[in-house]
């Protein structure tokens, strides 16, 4: 028997979390797990709550709820013998799309009566904030902290953001240095992607995998306004990394240097950061359970 732990967001998915412990009663397999639920009732609580069930030596503990949920339990599992499953139901969803997590929660579940234990990286920020799916910074950086500010959640208010923001964010002056590399530009934006998408299919780095001890940067440069319907589309399809404007990096470790402090993101959640930022990729420390 498997011990497994549901770390619930109930606000989530606009209050879908709060139905989540009657499937997980009618569809999750009793024959192969001892359960647990409980709900997060703060920010930071589902750290908290995760740390504690890996103190208990849960199996595996599963983030229910958005991409913030999901950072929070993964921090707390991450370079333990405990795995993290996701049950998505936030807005983006990105490493969940990665593993193929079903979107509904019912199928998510089911998915989890046949699951099976592997290994992954993830990514750690200035030696303290761990990372799961992507980081970044510029332009995607200014969008998460404007999303956050949005009093409705969900791909509509995501589009309005990106689209309102595009005509106030202005490029700004990039260092990059890695093991392998030195570059400078003036970008729109900088991706370090241990998975392969923001969320929502959106697939920043098509190539990235997810256990291989490297990061994939993607730089977008300064681009014309005309270029912008060609992005999405590449965006969307996969193709983003074949946009003359892109330059792609692989690397293990990197130092990024700006002109002046600004947001910075992980995981789609925006912070604060100052002009030099440091990205590593700590290798196939993160059990997953799917």
Known sequence: MLKIAFIINPISGKGKGNLVPKLIEKYLDKSRFNSEIVFTQYGGHGKELASSFVQQNYDIVVAVGGDGTMNEVASSVANTNTALAII????????????????????AIQQLNQGKFYTSDYGVIDGNQDFFCTCGIGYDAFVSQRFAEQSSRGLKTYLKVIF???????????????DKFNCEEKAFLITFA??????NNAYVDPDAVIDDGLMEISILTEFPKWEIPILVYQLFTKKINKNPYVKTYQTNSVTVSREESGPFHFDGESFPKGKEIKI????NKLKIFK
């Open 88 to 107: 998505p139901l936030g807005s983006g969803n990105g490493l969940a799309r990665f593993h193929g997590y079903s979107l509904n929660p019912k199928k």
């Open 164 to 178: 309102e923001s595009f005509f106030s964010y202005k490029p700004l002056f990039y260092k990059l240095s890695g």
């Open 194 to 199: 241990n998975a392969n998408q923001w969320g």
């Open 280 to 283: 590593e990729i700590i290798h």
